[in-house]
Every structure is written in C-alpha cells, then in structure tokens.
C-alpha cells in the first residue's frame, strides 16, 4: 500500500494521464489538463481505492500540486522510503 | 456508538409504485450549447448521464408527482376516499407557502379526512417518505398512505454551470403504503449540516429574499465534497442497515442507489463489493432526478421479480443537507410497478 515519493509521483501521472516527466512535487493543480473539477473526483476516488485514504474537506481544498497530494499521503502513513 | 435513529417498523405493505417524466427529452451530445464538444463527452463519460426529461417553465414537482399517483390510483384500483394521509417530500414546491401536499391533496380529489403535509428534503427524501409513511401507519388510525416525491432539478439549473447543467432531469414518483406486508422494514436515518453549502440555492429563502445576482436562485455544488461525503457516508449507513435487519450484502437483492452520477455510483459499488447486476442505473435516460430517481429506478430499473417471493430492496439516498438514509424494503410480487410520461413542451 505504501508507495515511496518517486512511485507516487509516477502515479499520479497516471491518474491524471499526464507524461510522467511532466509531474514532479512542484507541479501546480493548474499546469495539470485533467486535474479539473472531474479531475478532482478521480483523484480522491483513486486515494481512496488505492491508498484507503479517505480525505477531510480541509484536506481537499488545500490540494494545489503535486507536493501537496505527497504530503498528505505522508500524514495519512502511505508514504515509504525510497528515492 | 449509541444507536440513534435507526428503526424496524412491522406491517406495512407496498402497493403500488408509479414514476412520472416530462416527454420533453434533452440529449446531452446533440442538444448541449454553450460547451465545446470535449467538454460535454467529458462529463457525460463521466457523469453518464446521455439523456434527460426537462420539464421547462410550465411543469412543477406536483404536476409530476400528480400524473404518477393518477396513474398508480388507477392501476391499483383505490378510491380516493380511502386514502387517509399524503406525504409530499420535495425541494420544489410551487409556492413557498402554502405546502404542495395541500395543492396536491385538491388535484387528486382526496378527502378533507387525509392527512397532507410536504418533507423539505432531496436525495435523501424517499427512505423518510417511505419511513414516515410506514410510521404513520403502524401508528394506527392511517390505513393507507401515498408517499410522493418530485423534484425539478433541472429548473434550478444555471445552464451556464458546468458542474450541474448537463447532470439534472426532472421526475415525480407516487407510493402507495397500506397496512400489512410480507416483514420488517429497517431505517437508518443521517444527518450533517455542517456541509450545507455543499448544495445549496442560496436565494429566494427568508435568509436572502431577493438577491439581485439571479444565479442566486440557482443551485451552487461542490462536486468535490459531495462525492468525498458520498464515499465516506453510504458504505457505512449500508453496512448499519444491513446490521439492524440481521442480513447480509447476499440477502439483498437490489441495492438501489440515489442515481447521483455514474461514476460515484460505481466507485461506491466496487467499495462495497457489490456486482454492477445489484445497483441498476437508469440516469444513462432520465439524469440525476434527486431524491425521486430511487422509486424512478424501482420502476424503470428493470428488475427481476420472482413469482413467489416478494424482492428484499436497499434503498440508499445521499446528497444535500447533507443527509443520508436508508429504507430496507420488501417489494412483494403483487406490487404493482409503473411509468408514464406527463406531454410538455417548452
């Protein structure tokens, strides 16, 4: 179930079916085609069957890039070692 | 946990369900404007919602409601004299005042004895309609009741908004209780007003009579909290149900969800483990009706029914309030089931 930093960001390229060198912890919500307001669904949909990560309002609204998805798989302990 | 607001209710009986649809048909492909071509096959892949019933500026709630109980009337052979009580769950009533259970009760040529009165609540309104009703009856005094439910989403739509203009069609529904009924009825009934404004039509009401923004007077969602709280409510309140009556996710054979959109619907299901054969959907026609699209479903979801059994139904409405509840029905073989369609045009 956890993933490391790197595995995460390889999947969440594929969540949003973005090219995977286009994602790293930097990228911003709005430089994402797909990360729209059904891209939003997917996510917390795939955070939920993927990682049982089941996500607080707050959490939702402070989801602005990629760092921010790491950061709360961290808090939620899916977050490994690794590169 | 303490056990609050869960209930079974003995010796009530369904007669009789009948949905009712505008005739005006809307395709999401061919008739959306005002979105690019991508952006409407986006949505509608989905949300899957492809076609949706528009009752226009002329039809309301009760006109809906009032073509389906007219018909289910007929076909279960009552007369209106022997109805004692109707139940009108809507979030689109005609007037503000007075209750549209009242209009209604005068429509449809009821005694002055029935019992009318309106429930303000939306996805969630048929298991308490279904709840009041089955109440009201073990109660004693009530013998029979019609339980309706209409809602015309798509009229409170600002078609300009994405988040909601291609989801929502319009239906009506009417249910006929009576005492009897082959067993125990289970409720779980939920509520969280802390996301209010999750789904919301902001003006009109006495907190903001007359805003001068009129998008004030159509519904505002944050689909992001809505299917956040769908996925972290509905297992649970199945799961509270399926405790209470003593069954498992086997025993049931339906689950009939509020047809909110597609693809919450099937995220719930694969949570759940429950095969796609058990949770019909019929928004693909008729759209996100609200609260009515569970009987909508019951009628036009074609289920199979066995001759010699009545059906064991988990009936699960979610959504605004935000509020959830479940109805754990049984639906005998004699229960008569219908459809018709009320002719607009606008």
Redesign the interface.
């Known amino acids: 179930m956890a993933k490391s930093p790197s595995e995460v960001l390889t999947w969440v390229a594929e969540v949003f079916e973005a090219p995977a060198d286009k994602i790293r912890p930097g990228t911003r919500r709005d430089e994402i085609d797909a990360w729209d307001s059904l891209g939003i669904l997917t996510l917390i949909a795939r955070m939920d069957e993927d990682f049982q990560v089941l996500l607080t309002e707050e959490e939702i609204q402070e989801l602005r890039s990629v760092g921010d998805i790491v950061e709360i798989l961290r808090k939620h302990g899916r977050l490994g070692e690794g590169a | 946990m303490i056990d609050m607001a869960k209930c079974t209710i003995q010796g009530v009986d369904i007669r009789g369900i009948v949905s009712a649809v505008p005739s005006r048909r809307f395709d999401n492909l061919a008739d959306a404007k005002g979105f690019t071509e991508d952006e409407v096959r986006?949505?509608v892949g989905?949300a899957g919602v492809k076609s949706r019933r528009m009752a226009g500026d002329s039809v309301c709630s009760s006109d809906l409601c009032q073509a389906a109980a007219e018909s289910l009337l007929e076909k279960i052979g009552w007369e209106r004299d022997s109805v004692d009580a109707l139940i009108m769950v809507t979030q689109s009533p005609d007037y503000i005042l007075p209750s549209t259970a009242c209009l209604l009760q005068m429509k449809l040529g009821l005694p002055t004895s029935c019992a009318a009165f309106d429930v303000g609540l939306g996805c969630s309104g048929y298991p308490y309609g279904l709840y009041l009703g089955a109440l009201m009856i073990s109660g004693g005094g009530i013998k029979r009741a019609l339980v309706l439910h209409g809602e015309t989403p798509a009229r409170f739509a600002d078609e300009s908004d994405?988040?909601v203009s291609l989801l929502f069609g319009d239906a009506g529904s009417a249910t006929a209780l009576e005492a009897g009924g082959p067993g125990p009825w289970s409720f779980v009934l939920h509520t969280d007003g802390s996301?209010y404004e999750d789904l919301i039509i902001p003006g009109g009401g006495f907190r903001d009579r007359f805003p001068e923004d009129r998008r004030k007077y159509c519904v505002s969602m944050n689909?992001?909290?809505i299917?956040?709280f769908s996925?972290?409510r509905v297992p649970t309140v199945i799961q509270d149900t399926l405790d209470l009556a003593g069954l498992a996710k086997e025993d049931i054979d339906y689950f009939i969800l509020h047809q909110s959109n597609q693809?919450?619907m099937r995220?719930l299901a694969?949570?759940m483990g429950i095969p796609e054969a058990k949770t019909p959907l019929t928004l693909g026609d008729f759209g996100n009706t609200g609260g009515p699209s569970i009987p909508l479903t019951i009628a036009q979801g074609e289920l199979v029914r066995p001759a010699d059994r009545p059906l064991t139904l988990m009936l699960v409405g979610y959504g605004v309030g935000l509020s959830w509840a479940t109805a754990l029905v049984r639906l005998g073989p004699d229960a008569v089931l219908g459809h018709t369609e009320l002719r607009n045009q606008s």
């Open positions: 986006k949505v989905m994405r988040s996301g689909g992001a909290n299917f956040n996925i972290k693809f919450i995220h694969k949570k």
